[in-house]
């Protein structure tokens, strides 16, 4: 059996791809796939699957040397099974940058696209097998799309991201605005969270200079509501550099979609000198907002420096 997955902290993109990658081996080519979960699930990918009546994918506690695996909307190591190089990688599929790290026994298969989303890679993929997707994988892949470009607003949209969102929102009679305005409610629900639950909702691990940072992004259309948990958020990211051992920070930015900024958390001095060196401002309190900021993947990692 292959086994689909993506990256620990799983949002939308990288459920949903593992989801229709999994479909798309087993209708066209594999006799055997599987999506699987690295971790919980946010509230927007499970109204996402809940809407299109697709079940949540298992979650992938043990993963099996010599195990046959495709990983989607990945490519790094330290957001993978700390055993990956004992699988047998079969495929890549992803949109962000080659950060390296994996080594793999044989060749393998990597396609990787300067998209805004990996569902979208998979599209074009497919090529005319598209026509053959059911409805709720269909319906998979246009949430993909509207989760990953905040519903076209972050600067990572490209033409051809919204070209095949309207195109699979015709197919299936869809009100773009209004369905995504459900999934971003879904998202901006996260009252069954732990403090800690939201530090590590959808992190990813990044050096900056001689310090491992975990950056954590919360998108959201009430960002108040998670401003309003400031100090317990604070105290959980302690306990999550204490436990980890291999992060020396975290980077909290609480990105609100409609208003198209982010608040960071500036708790102490490192967090402040980072970010006044990344994005040039003056940091006087333990909060500080940034216009136009909303992509972690193309305005907040490249811009982190001390």
């Known amino acids: 059996m292959i086994n689909v997955f993506g990256h620990k902290s799983p949002d939308t993109d990288a459920t949903c791809s593992a989801i229709i990658w999994a479909w798309y081996l087993n209708e066209h080519t594999a ?76 060749p393998v298969d990597i396609t990787m696209r300067p998209l805004a989303c990996t569902a979208t890679v998979m599209y074009d993929l497919m090529g005319e097998k598209v026509a053959t997707m059911p409805r709720e994988i269909a319906g998979l892949m246009l949430s993909c799309i509207l989760s990953d470009t905040l519903e ?40 069954e969270f732990s403090d800690k639950g939201l530090i590590t909702l959808d992190s990813k691990k990044y050096d900056v200079g001689e310090k491992n940072f975990r950056v954590s992004v919360l998108e959201t259309t009430t960002p108040e509501t998670v401003l309003a948990r400031k100090d317990g958020i604070v105290e959980a990211i302690a306990n999550v550099i204490a436990e980890e051992g291999d992060v020396d920070e975290v980077l909290f930015f609480i990105v609100d979609i409609l208003n198209e900024a982010a608040t960071v958390l500036t708790y102490n001095d490192l967090t402040k000198q980072v970010t006044e060196a990344s994005f040039g401002v003056t940091v006087e309190s333990d909060t500080e907002v940034l216009p136009g900021i909303v992509s972690r993947k193309k305005q907040i990692l490249p811009s982190l420096k001390l």
């Open 31 to 106: 006799p055997d796939a599987k999506p699987f979960v690295l971790g919980e699930l946010n509230t927007e990918t499970k109204f996402v699957l809940n809407h299109w009546n697709v079940p949540t994918p298992e979650l992938l506690e043990n993963l099996e040397a010599g195990t046959q695996v495709v990983v989607v909307d990945t490519n790094n190591p330290q957001e993978l099974p700390d055993n990956i190089a004992e699988a047998e990688i079969i495929q890549i599929i992803d949109h962000h940058k080659l950060v390296g790290g994996i080594e793999t026994a044989a």
């Open 152 to 191: 076209f607003r972050s600067p990572t949209t490209t033409p051809h991201d919204k070209d095949v969102a309207e195109k699979l929102a015709a197919q299936l009679e869809v009100d773009l605005t209004a369905y995504a305005g459900q999934m971003f409610a879904a998202k901006s629900d996260v009252s």
